[in-house]
């Protein structure tokens, strides 16, 4: 079966960095749509920065030129990279990833088939 397995996560102060990985079973993941969503129990999981197989990578306004979303192909990973976090980036990480999704909403869970167990992000103030 398909597993996806998120690292990375940890406490951070304010100002600084962290990049999180997720590795998966599946091959080739330039074929995929995969992304990082975040998520604040017992709240929904929100989008926060997405990789389709074809196009521009999009973020959410909240992170838009912090993060960086990236595909490493020899690791067969999907990474992203966190600058100058914030109290509010506080959250568990997702990473989600299928075959396909509506490119009109790629910014819904839903869409994604596949997903790991997360990786706690603290950002202390």
Same mark, same amino acid.
């Given at each position: 079966?398909?597993?996806?397995?998120e690292?990375g996560?940890?406490s951070?102060?304010?100002?600084?960095?962290?990049?999180?990985?997720?590795?998966?079973?599946?091959?080739f993941?330039?074929?995929?749509?995969?992304?990082?969503?975040?998520?604040?129990p017992?709240?929904?999981?929100?989008?926060?920065?997405?990789a389709? !197989?074809?196009g &521009?990578?999009?973020?959410s306004? #909240?992170? $838009?030129g912090?993060? /960086?979303?990236?595909r490493?192909? +020899? !690791?067969?990973? &999907?990474?992203?990279?966190?600058? #100058?976090l $914030?109290?509010?980036? /506080?959250a568990?990480?997702?990473? +989600?990833?299928s075959e396909?999704?509506?490119?009109?909403?790629r910014?819904?869970?839903?869409?994604?088939?596949?997903w790991?167990?997360?990786?706690?992000?603290?950002?202390?103030?």
């Amino acid at each position: 079966q398909v597993k996806l397995e998120e690292s990375g996560g940890r406490s951070v102060q304010s100002g600084g960095s962290l990049r999180l990985s997720c590795a998966t079973s599946q091959h080739f993941i330039n074929n995929l749509c995969m992304g990082w969503y975040r998520e604040v129990p017992p709240f929904a999981r929100e989008g926060v920065a997405l990789a389709p !197989r074809l196009g &521009l990578n999009t973020y959410s306004d #909240s992170v $838009k030129g912090r993060f /960086t979303i990236s595909r490493d192909n +020899a !690791r067969n990973t &999907l990474d992203l990279q966190m600058n #100058s976090l $914030k109290p509010e980036d /506080t959250a568990i990480y997702y990473c +989600a990833s299928s075959e396909s999704v509506d490119s009109t909403r790629r910014f819904v869970p839903s869409e994604y088939k596949y997903w790991g167990q997360g990786t706690q992000v603290s950002v202390s103030s």
